[in-house]
Protein backbone atom coordinates (compact mmCIF):
# COMPACT_ATOMS: atom_id res chain seq x y z
CA UNK A 1 0.00 0.00 0.00
CA UNK A 2 1.49 3.59 -0.99
CA UNK A 3 1.43 6.47 2.28
CA UNK A 4 -1.33 7.69 3.01
CA UNK A 5 -2.38 10.89 1.64
CA UNK A 6 -1.88 14.00 4.03
CA UNK A 7 -5.55 14.97 3.29
CA UNK A 8 -8.51 12.87 2.04
CA UNK A 9 -12.03 14.39 2.33
CA UNK A 10 -14.56 12.16 0.89
CA UNK A 11 -18.30 13.67 0.59
CA UNK A 12 -17.81 15.92 3.42
CA UNK A 13 -21.25 17.80 4.18
CA UNK A 14 -21.71 20.64 7.18
CA UNK A 15 -24.11 22.70 7.72
CA UNK A 16 -23.81 25.71 10.64
CA UNK A 17 -26.25 26.11 13.37
CA UNK A 18 -28.12 28.81 11.73
CA UNK A 19 -28.63 26.33 8.85
CA UNK A 20 -26.42 27.95 5.94
CA UNK A 21 -24.88 25.01 4.27
CA UNK A 22 -21.28 25.74 4.31
CA UNK A 23 -20.28 22.82 2.42
CA UNK A 24 -22.04 20.24 0.08
CA UNK A 25 -20.27 16.85 -0.83
CA UNK A 26 -17.01 17.81 -0.84
CA UNK A 27 -13.84 15.25 -1.82
CA UNK A 28 -10.35 16.47 -2.22
CA UNK A 29 -7.02 14.75 -1.97
CA UNK A 30 -4.06 16.64 -0.41
CA UNK A 31 -0.55 14.49 -1.29
CA UNK A 32 2.41 14.94 1.34
CA UNK A 33 4.16 17.55 0.20
CA UNK A 34 1.98 19.18 -1.87
CA UNK A 35 1.08 22.89 -1.84
CA UNK A 36 -2.87 23.91 -2.62
CA UNK A 37 -4.48 26.63 -2.98
CA UNK A 38 -7.95 27.29 -1.94
CA UNK A 39 -10.15 29.84 -3.75
CA UNK A 40 -13.60 30.89 -4.36
CA UNK A 41 -15.95 33.98 -3.38
CA UNK A 42 -16.23 35.24 0.28
CA UNK A 43 -18.54 32.40 2.15
CA UNK A 44 -17.53 30.30 -0.50
CA UNK A 45 -16.76 27.65 2.56
CA UNK A 46 -12.92 28.01 2.62
CA UNK A 47 -12.33 28.90 6.15
CA UNK A 48 -14.78 26.37 7.65
CA UNK A 49 -13.14 23.30 5.09
CA UNK A 50 -9.94 24.47 7.01
CA UNK A 51 -11.65 24.42 10.52
CA UNK A 52 -12.77 20.60 9.30
CA UNK A 53 -8.80 19.63 9.00
CA UNK A 54 -8.47 19.26 12.79
CA UNK A 55 -12.01 18.65 14.12
CA UNK A 56 -12.47 22.17 15.33
CA UNK A 57 -16.24 21.98 14.19
CA UNK A 58 -16.89 18.50 15.66
CA UNK A 59 -16.23 15.28 14.63
CA UNK A 60 -15.56 15.52 10.62
CA UNK A 61 -17.15 12.53 8.74
CA UNK A 62 -14.99 11.22 5.67
CA UNK A 63 -12.15 13.57 6.23
CA UNK A 64 -8.39 11.84 7.17
CA UNK A 65 -4.85 13.23 8.05
CA UNK A 66 -1.97 11.43 7.06
CA UNK A 67 -4.70 8.24 7.40
CA UNK A 68 -5.85 9.23 10.34
CA UNK A 69 -9.67 9.78 10.72
CA UNK A 70 -10.66 13.10 12.23
CA UNK A 71 -12.78 11.46 14.91
CA UNK A 72 -12.21 11.98 19.27
CA UNK A 73 -9.74 9.43 19.59
CA UNK A 74 -7.40 10.63 17.61
CA UNK A 75 -7.99 14.32 17.96
CA UNK A 76 -4.87 15.18 19.79
CA UNK A 77 -2.91 13.41 16.93
CA UNK A 78 -4.57 15.03 14.17
CA UNK A 79 -4.17 18.77 16.15
CA UNK A 80 -0.77 18.22 16.44
CA UNK A 81 -0.25 16.92 12.99
CA UNK A 82 -2.50 19.84 11.75
CA UNK A 83 -0.99 23.49 12.18
CA UNK A 84 -4.06 25.67 11.55
CA UNK A 85 -3.07 29.02 10.77
CA UNK A 86 -6.22 31.49 11.43
CA UNK A 87 -7.06 34.28 10.02
CA UNK A 88 -6.72 37.08 12.74
CA UNK A 89 -3.20 37.22 14.02
CA UNK A 90 -4.63 38.63 17.16
CA UNK A 91 -6.95 36.11 17.32
CA UNK A 92 -3.99 32.81 17.29
CA UNK A 93 -1.86 34.97 19.81
CA UNK A 94 -3.18 35.13 23.17
CA UNK A 95 -0.46 34.65 25.69
CA UNK A 96 0.92 37.41 27.51
CA UNK A 97 4.48 37.00 25.50
CA UNK A 98 5.71 35.86 22.31
CA UNK A 99 7.82 32.97 23.61
CA UNK A 100 4.61 31.77 25.66
CA UNK A 101 2.80 31.85 22.84
CA UNK A 102 5.11 29.51 20.76
CA UNK A 103 5.13 27.40 23.99
CA UNK A 104 1.69 26.37 24.13
CA UNK A 105 1.01 24.07 21.58
CA UNK A 106 4.25 22.17 22.91
CA UNK A 107 3.55 22.74 26.08
CA UNK A 108 -0.06 20.72 25.50
CA UNK A 109 1.46 17.96 23.51
CA UNK A 110 3.88 17.35 26.90
CA UNK A 111 6.96 18.84 25.81
CA UNK A 112 8.90 20.59 28.95
CA UNK A 113 12.54 21.92 29.77
CA UNK A 114 15.35 22.22 26.71
CA UNK A 115 13.56 20.09 24.64
CA UNK A 116 10.50 22.27 24.46
CA UNK A 117 13.06 25.93 24.86
CA UNK A 118 14.30 24.35 21.63
CA UNK A 119 11.41 23.82 19.66
CA UNK A 120 10.62 27.46 20.72
CA UNK A 121 13.65 28.76 19.02
CA UNK A 122 13.62 26.71 16.02
CA UNK A 123 10.18 27.91 15.45
CA UNK A 124 10.53 31.55 15.74
CA UNK A 125 14.07 30.94 13.22
CA UNK A 126 12.24 29.38 10.89
CA UNK A 127 9.87 32.20 10.21
CA UNK A 128 12.49 34.23 10.96
CA UNK A 129 11.76 36.42 14.88
CA UNK A 130 14.79 37.58 16.11
CA UNK A 131 15.02 35.78 19.70
CA UNK A 132 15.08 39.75 21.23
CA UNK A 133 11.31 39.66 20.19
CA UNK A 134 10.82 36.75 22.54
CA UNK A 135 9.80 38.43 25.67
CA UNK A 136 7.49 41.09 23.76
CA UNK A 137 3.72 41.27 24.32
CA UNK A 138 1.80 40.39 20.64
CA UNK A 139 0.05 43.43 21.28
CA UNK A 140 3.19 45.05 20.68
CA UNK A 141 4.32 43.64 17.43
CA UNK A 142 3.80 44.46 13.88
CA UNK A 143 1.10 43.08 11.91
CA UNK A 144 3.60 40.77 9.91
CA UNK A 145 5.75 39.82 13.08
CA UNK A 146 1.79 38.48 14.55
CA UNK A 147 1.45 36.55 11.18
CA UNK A 148 4.86 35.09 11.25
CA UNK A 149 4.52 34.32 15.05
CA UNK A 150 1.39 33.01 14.32
CA UNK A 151 2.65 30.02 11.63
CA UNK A 152 5.44 29.76 14.19
CA UNK A 153 3.08 28.79 16.59
CA UNK A 154 2.01 25.69 15.18
CA UNK A 155 5.65 24.79 13.33
CA UNK A 156 6.89 24.51 16.92
CA UNK A 157 4.05 21.42 16.86
CA UNK A 158 5.78 19.88 14.65
CA UNK A 159 3.16 19.96 12.47
CA UNK A 160 2.98 18.18 9.74
CA UNK A 161 -0.32 19.65 7.03
CA UNK A 162 0.05 23.49 7.57
CA UNK A 163 -3.60 25.34 6.79
CA UNK A 164 -3.31 28.93 6.08
CA UNK A 165 -6.27 31.05 6.36
CA UNK A 166 -5.83 34.15 4.30
CA UNK A 167 -2.09 34.44 5.38
CA UNK A 168 -1.25 37.59 3.13
CA UNK A 169 -3.91 39.69 4.31
CA UNK A 170 -3.28 43.25 5.64
CA UNK A 171 0.66 43.13 4.78
CA UNK A 172 2.33 45.08 3.68
CA UNK A 173 4.32 44.06 0.02
CA UNK A 174 7.52 43.33 2.03
CA UNK A 175 5.98 41.75 4.27
CA UNK A 176 3.57 39.83 1.82
CA UNK A 177 6.97 38.95 -0.33
CA UNK A 178 8.77 37.70 2.52
CA UNK A 179 5.47 35.79 3.81
CA UNK A 180 5.61 34.08 0.11
CA UNK A 181 9.66 33.39 0.28
CA UNK A 182 8.73 31.86 3.82
CA UNK A 183 5.95 29.54 2.76
CA UNK A 184 7.80 28.55 -0.69
CA UNK A 185 10.69 26.93 1.58
CA UNK A 186 8.80 25.58 4.17
CA UNK A 187 8.97 21.82 2.85
CA UNK A 188 5.36 20.80 4.32
CA UNK A 189 2.12 20.37 3.01
CA UNK A 190 0.08 23.44 2.64
CA UNK A 191 -3.51 23.68 2.26
CA UNK A 192 -3.88 28.06 1.68
CA UNK A 193 -7.43 29.62 1.42
CA UNK A 194 -6.80 32.92 -0.09
CA UNK A 195 -8.08 35.57 -2.47
CA UNK A 196 -4.18 36.32 -3.18
CA UNK A 197 -4.42 34.87 -6.69
CA UNK A 198 -1.36 35.98 -7.47
CA UNK A 199 -0.30 34.80 -4.07
CA UNK A 200 -1.68 31.19 -4.79
CA UNK A 201 0.76 31.50 -8.48
CA UNK A 202 3.51 31.76 -6.92
CA UNK A 203 3.18 29.18 -3.84
CA UNK A 204 0.79 26.23 -5.14
CA UNK A 205 0.85 24.33 -7.89
CA UNK A 206 -2.68 23.20 -7.88
CA UNK A 207 -5.55 25.38 -6.55
CA UNK A 208 -9.07 24.27 -5.57
CA UNK A 209 -11.96 26.24 -6.84
CA UNK A 210 -14.81 26.74 -3.92
CA UNK A 211 -18.11 28.09 -4.44
CA UNK A 212 -21.25 27.74 -2.19
CA UNK A 213 -20.09 24.54 -0.74
CA UNK A 214 -19.01 22.81 -3.50
CA UNK A 215 -15.77 21.58 -5.32
CA UNK A 216 -16.31 23.70 -8.75
CA UNK A 217 -12.56 22.83 -10.52
CA UNK A 218 -9.17 21.42 -9.34
CA UNK A 219 -6.31 21.03 -11.06
CA UNK A 220 -2.98 22.84 -12.28
CA UNK A 221 -2.47 26.94 -10.66
CA UNK A 222 -2.32 28.16 -14.16
CA UNK A 223 -4.69 26.57 -16.25
CA UNK A 224 -7.42 27.18 -13.43
CA UNK A 225 -6.71 30.93 -12.92
CA UNK A 226 -6.40 31.53 -16.65
CA UNK A 227 -9.95 29.80 -17.91
CA UNK A 228 -11.79 33.66 -17.80
CA UNK A 229 -15.41 32.14 -18.32
CA UNK A 230 -14.84 29.92 -15.05
CA UNK A 231 -13.24 32.28 -12.84
CA UNK A 232 -16.07 35.10 -13.50
CA UNK A 233 -18.59 32.72 -13.11
CA UNK A 234 -17.52 32.48 -9.43
CA UNK A 235 -16.48 36.30 -8.53
CA UNK A 236 -13.17 35.94 -8.79
CA UNK A 237 -10.58 36.99 -12.23
CA UNK A 238 -7.76 36.00 -14.10
CA UNK A 239 -4.91 37.46 -12.25
CA UNK A 240 -3.11 40.42 -13.65
CA UNK A 241 0.37 38.32 -14.56
CA UNK A 242 -1.22 35.75 -16.60
CA UNK A 243 -3.33 38.52 -18.70
CA UNK A 244 -0.60 40.26 -19.43
CA UNK A 245 1.51 37.55 -20.19
CA UNK A 246 -0.53 35.98 -22.56
CA UNK B 1 -2.52 52.62 18.35
CA UNK B 2 -1.16 53.64 21.63
CA UNK B 3 -0.46 51.49 23.88
CA UNK B 4 0.30 52.23 27.44
CA UNK B 5 2.77 49.92 29.32
CA UNK B 6 1.16 48.50 32.05
CA UNK B 7 4.62 46.68 33.13
CA UNK B 8 6.76 49.06 31.01
CA UNK B 9 8.99 49.63 34.68
CA UNK B 10 9.50 45.92 35.07
CA UNK B 11 12.01 45.28 32.68
CA UNK B 12 14.55 47.28 33.76
CA UNK B 13 17.48 45.41 35.83
CA UNK B 14 18.26 45.83 39.67
CA UNK B 15 18.40 43.38 42.15
CA UNK B 16 15.11 43.58 42.85
CA UNK B 17 14.27 43.01 39.62
CA UNK B 18 16.29 40.02 39.46
CA UNK B 19 14.48 38.36 42.25
CA UNK B 20 11.95 35.35 41.80
CA UNK B 21 8.36 36.70 41.20
CA UNK B 22 7.14 34.19 43.45
CA UNK B 23 9.60 35.64 46.37
CA UNK B 24 8.66 38.88 45.60
CA UNK B 25 4.47 38.44 45.47
CA UNK B 26 4.59 36.47 48.58
CA UNK B 27 7.11 39.10 50.54
CA UNK B 28 4.29 41.84 49.08
CA UNK B 29 1.30 39.97 50.10
CA UNK B 30 2.57 39.19 53.96
CA UNK B 31 3.61 43.07 54.38
CA UNK B 32 -0.20 44.28 53.06
CA UNK B 33 -1.74 41.92 55.68
CA UNK B 34 0.61 43.23 58.31
CA UNK B 35 -0.05 46.74 57.86
CA UNK B 36 -3.91 45.71 57.68
CA UNK B 37 -3.34 44.30 61.30
CA UNK B 38 -1.05 46.75 62.68
CA UNK B 39 -3.37 48.89 66.04
CA UNK B 40 -4.33 52.19 64.50
CA UNK B 41 -2.75 54.12 67.78
CA UNK B 42 0.57 53.17 67.34
CA UNK B 43 3.03 55.75 64.75
CA UNK B 44 6.45 54.16 64.20
CA UNK B 45 5.41 50.97 63.06
CA UNK B 46 3.51 52.59 59.73
CA UNK B 47 7.15 54.89 59.14
CA UNK B 48 9.24 51.47 59.71
CA UNK B 49 6.96 49.79 57.31
CA UNK B 50 7.09 52.83 55.20
CA UNK B 51 10.98 53.07 55.37
CA UNK B 52 10.96 49.57 54.59
CA UNK B 53 9.25 50.27 51.01
CA UNK B 54 11.47 53.25 50.72
CA UNK B 55 14.67 50.98 50.95
CA UNK B 56 13.49 48.71 48.36
CA UNK B 57 12.36 51.48 46.03
CA UNK B 58 15.51 52.81 45.93
CA UNK B 59 17.20 49.45 45.65
CA UNK B 60 15.17 48.98 42.60
CA UNK B 61 16.55 52.24 41.08
CA UNK B 62 12.97 52.90 40.07
CA UNK B 63 12.71 56.31 38.63
CA UNK B 64 10.29 57.91 41.73
CA UNK B 65 7.45 60.42 39.31
CA UNK B 66 6.23 57.29 37.52
CA UNK B 67 6.03 55.02 40.70
CA UNK B 68 4.11 58.10 42.49
CA UNK B 69 1.97 58.71 39.24
CA UNK B 70 0.76 55.28 40.09
CA UNK B 71 0.16 55.67 43.42
CA UNK B 72 -1.55 58.50 42.93
CA UNK B 73 -4.16 56.28 41.66
CA UNK B 74 -5.32 54.94 44.41
CA UNK B 75 -6.22 58.73 46.02
CA UNK B 76 -9.65 59.53 44.84
CA UNK B 77 -11.10 56.53 46.93
CA UNK B 78 -8.37 57.06 49.54
CA UNK B 79 -8.72 60.15 50.18
CA UNK B 80 -12.71 60.15 50.26
CA UNK B 81 -12.67 57.89 52.60
CA UNK B 82 -9.55 60.00 54.85
CA UNK B 83 -11.86 63.28 54.39
CA UNK B 84 -15.15 62.34 55.61
CA UNK B 85 -13.75 59.51 58.48
CA UNK B 86 -13.49 62.16 60.81
CA UNK B 87 -17.02 63.49 60.71
CA UNK B 88 -18.61 61.02 60.50
CA UNK B 89 -17.39 58.05 63.24
CA UNK B 90 -18.27 59.45 66.56
CA UNK B 91 -16.77 56.51 68.31
CA UNK B 92 -16.96 57.45 71.60
CA UNK B 93 -18.27 60.40 71.19
CA UNK B 94 -14.95 62.33 72.22
CA UNK B 95 -14.47 65.18 69.93
CA UNK B 96 -11.49 66.85 69.01
CA UNK B 97 -12.47 70.12 67.21
CA UNK B 98 -15.66 71.45 66.21
CA UNK B 99 -16.52 74.41 63.75
CA UNK B 100 -20.09 76.24 64.32
CA UNK B 101 -21.26 77.20 60.63
CA UNK B 102 -24.20 79.71 60.73
CA UNK B 103 -26.14 77.09 62.33
CA UNK B 104 -24.80 74.03 62.17
CA UNK B 105 -21.65 72.48 64.43
CA UNK B 106 -19.31 70.68 62.32
CA UNK B 107 -17.78 68.43 64.70
CA UNK B 108 -14.37 66.22 64.20
CA UNK B 109 -14.32 62.92 66.32
CA UNK B 110 -11.24 61.56 68.01
CA UNK B 111 -12.11 57.98 67.12
CA UNK B 112 -12.80 59.36 63.61
CA UNK B 113 -9.14 60.77 63.30
CA UNK B 114 -7.98 57.67 64.21
CA UNK B 115 -9.81 55.54 61.54
CA UNK B 116 -8.57 58.52 58.90
CA UNK B 117 -5.16 58.22 59.90
CA UNK B 118 -5.25 54.31 59.69
CA UNK B 119 -7.13 54.24 56.19
CA UNK B 120 -4.32 56.73 54.96
CA UNK B 121 -1.53 55.01 55.91
CA UNK B 122 -2.50 51.38 55.37
CA UNK B 123 -3.78 51.91 52.06
CA UNK B 124 -0.45 53.77 51.63
CA UNK B 125 1.51 50.93 52.81
CA UNK B 126 -0.67 48.19 51.04
CA UNK B 127 -0.92 50.31 47.33
CA UNK B 128 2.75 50.94 47.66
CA UNK B 129 4.13 47.37 47.96
CA UNK B 130 1.66 46.32 45.17
CA UNK B 131 2.89 48.93 42.83
CA UNK B 132 6.60 48.02 43.61
CA UNK B 133 5.76 44.11 42.82
CA UNK B 134 4.09 45.30 39.65
CA UNK B 135 6.76 47.64 38.62
CA UNK B 136 9.77 45.05 39.70
CA UNK B 137 7.92 42.19 38.05
CA UNK B 138 7.27 41.64 34.49
CA UNK B 139 3.32 40.58 33.86
CA UNK B 140 4.22 37.27 32.59
CA UNK B 141 6.22 36.30 35.52
CA UNK B 142 3.39 37.45 37.74
CA UNK B 143 0.65 35.73 36.35
CA UNK B 144 3.34 32.45 36.80
CA UNK B 145 4.41 33.38 40.36
CA UNK B 146 0.56 33.57 41.17
CA UNK B 147 -0.15 30.42 39.45
CA UNK B 148 2.49 27.89 41.53
CA UNK B 149 1.01 30.19 44.82
CA UNK B 150 -2.21 27.99 43.93
CA UNK B 151 -4.19 31.44 43.09
CA UNK B 152 -7.63 30.00 41.54
CA UNK B 153 -6.69 29.31 37.43
CA UNK B 154 -10.20 30.47 36.38
CA UNK B 155 -9.69 33.91 37.93
CA UNK B 156 -5.84 33.76 36.28
CA UNK B 157 -7.02 33.10 32.99
CA UNK B 158 -9.60 35.79 33.08
CA UNK B 159 -6.51 38.00 34.12
CA UNK B 160 -4.35 36.88 31.60
CA UNK B 161 -7.14 37.12 28.57
CA UNK B 162 -8.03 40.61 29.75
CA UNK B 163 -3.97 42.03 29.85
CA UNK B 164 -3.88 40.56 26.56
CA UNK B 165 -7.36 42.05 24.63
CA UNK B 166 -7.96 44.71 27.14
CA UNK B 167 -5.81 47.16 24.31
CA UNK B 168 -7.34 45.23 21.73
CA UNK B 169 -10.69 46.62 22.76
CA UNK B 170 -10.01 49.67 23.81
CA UNK B 171 -8.68 49.62 19.66
CA UNK B 172 -11.92 48.48 18.34
CA UNK B 173 -13.56 50.97 20.59
CA UNK B 174 -12.41 53.80 19.29
CA UNK B 175 -12.78 52.37 16.05
CA UNK B 176 -16.51 52.14 16.23
CA UNK B 177 -16.31 55.53 17.68
CA UNK B 178 -14.35 56.96 15.01
CA UNK B 179 -16.33 55.69 12.27
CA UNK B 180 -19.50 56.91 13.42
CA UNK B 181 -17.82 60.45 14.32
CA UNK B 182 -16.58 60.48 10.64
CA UNK B 183 -20.38 60.31 9.61
CA UNK B 184 -21.45 62.88 11.62
CA UNK B 185 -22.50 61.14 14.46
CA UNK B 186 -22.09 64.13 16.73
CA UNK B 187 -24.40 66.41 14.87
CA UNK B 188 -27.33 63.92 14.62
CA UNK B 189 -30.82 64.37 16.40
CA UNK B 190 -30.31 63.11 20.15
CA UNK B 191 -32.48 59.76 19.71
CA UNK B 192 -29.74 59.10 16.48
CA UNK B 193 -26.92 59.82 18.38
CA UNK B 194 -28.11 57.32 21.36
CA UNK B 195 -29.30 54.74 19.48
CA UNK B 196 -25.64 54.91 17.92
CA UNK B 197 -23.98 55.04 21.10
CA UNK B 198 -26.18 51.57 21.97
CA UNK B 199 -25.52 50.47 18.54
CA UNK B 200 -21.66 50.95 19.29
CA UNK B 201 -21.73 49.02 22.83
CA UNK B 202 -23.88 46.29 21.32
CA UNK B 203 -21.67 45.50 18.18
CA UNK B 204 -18.77 45.66 20.87
CA UNK B 205 -19.99 42.98 22.56
CA UNK B 206 -20.87 40.80 19.76
CA UNK B 207 -17.47 41.02 18.66
CA UNK B 208 -15.36 40.14 22.19
CA UNK B 209 -18.07 37.80 21.96
CA UNK B 210 -16.80 36.49 18.61
CA UNK B 211 -13.23 37.11 18.90
CA UNK B 212 -13.93 34.57 22.01
CA UNK B 213 -15.02 31.82 20.47
CA UNK B 214 -12.12 32.53 17.75
CA UNK B 215 -9.84 32.65 20.22
CA UNK B 216 -10.86 29.55 22.21
CA UNK B 217 -10.90 27.64 18.85
CA UNK B 218 -7.69 28.53 17.55
CA UNK B 219 -6.55 27.26 21.32
CA UNK B 220 -8.12 24.04 20.78
CA UNK B 221 -6.32 23.82 17.10
CA UNK B 222 -3.03 23.28 18.99
CA UNK B 223 -4.31 20.77 21.75
CA UNK B 224 -5.69 22.60 24.89
CA UNK B 225 -7.72 20.29 26.35
CA UNK B 226 -8.73 22.80 29.78
CA UNK B 227 -5.29 23.08 31.41
CA UNK B 228 -3.13 25.58 31.42
CA UNK B 229 0.05 24.33 31.34
CA UNK B 230 3.00 26.90 31.94
CA UNK B 231 6.52 26.78 31.83
CA UNK B 232 8.64 25.51 34.35
CA UNK B 233 10.36 28.62 36.36
CA UNK B 234 13.82 28.51 37.69
CA UNK B 235 14.63 27.11 40.98
CA UNK B 236 14.84 30.01 44.21
CA UNK B 237 18.32 30.33 45.02
CA UNK B 238 19.65 30.29 48.44
CA UNK B 239 20.41 33.83 48.43
CA UNK B 240 17.01 34.80 46.97
CA UNK B 241 15.21 32.92 49.93
CA UNK B 242 17.74 34.87 52.70
CA UNK B 243 16.56 37.81 51.28
CA UNK B 244 12.85 36.87 51.65
CA UNK B 245 13.64 35.44 55.02
CA UNK B 246 15.20 38.69 56.39
CA UNK B 247 12.63 40.58 55.17
CA UNK B 248 9.92 38.65 56.38
CA UNK B 249 11.80 38.68 60.15
CA UNK B 250 11.73 42.31 59.96
CA UNK B 251 8.05 42.71 58.74
CA UNK B 252 6.73 40.14 61.39
CA UNK B 253 9.29 41.85 64.22
CA UNK B 254 7.52 45.09 63.65
CA UNK B 255 4.40 43.93 63.65
CA UNK B 256 4.67 41.68 66.55
CA UNK B 257 6.46 44.86 68.40
CA UNK B 258 3.51 47.04 67.60
CA UNK B 259 1.21 44.43 69.98
CA UNK B 260 3.38 44.83 72.81
CA UNK B 261 2.26 47.21 75.51
CA UNK B 262 4.61 50.59 76.37
CA UNK B 263 5.65 50.28 72.78
CA UNK B 264 5.62 53.37 72.62
CA UNK B 265 3.09 55.64 70.22
Known amino acids: ?246 | MEHSFLDELARRSSPVHRLEARLKAAGALVLILAAVLLPPERTWPFAAYLALLAGLLLLARLPLLPVLKRLAGLAPFVLTAAVLLPFSRPGDGTVSASLALGGWELRVYKAGLLASKAVLLKSLIAGASAVLLVCTTPFSGLLAALQRMRFPRLLLAIIAFLYRYLFLLQGEFLRLVRAARSRNWEAGPPRVRLAAAGGIVGSLFLRTYARGERVYTAMLARGYDGRFRTLAEPAVTRAAAWALGIFLLLVLGVLAAAFLPGAGP
Open chain 1, 1 to 246: MSAPAAVEIRGLSYAYHDGTQALREVSLTVQPGESVGLIGPNGAGKSTLLLHLNGCLGQAEGVRILGLPVSRPHLREVRRKVGLVFQDPEDQLFSPTVFEDVAFGPLNLGFTGEELVRRVRRALAAVEIPPELEGRLAHHLSYGEKRRIAIATVLAMDAEVLALDEPTGNLDPAGRRGLIGLLCSLPITKLIATHDLEMALEVCRRVVLLDRGRVMADGPVRQILADEALMRRHRLEVPLSLRLGR
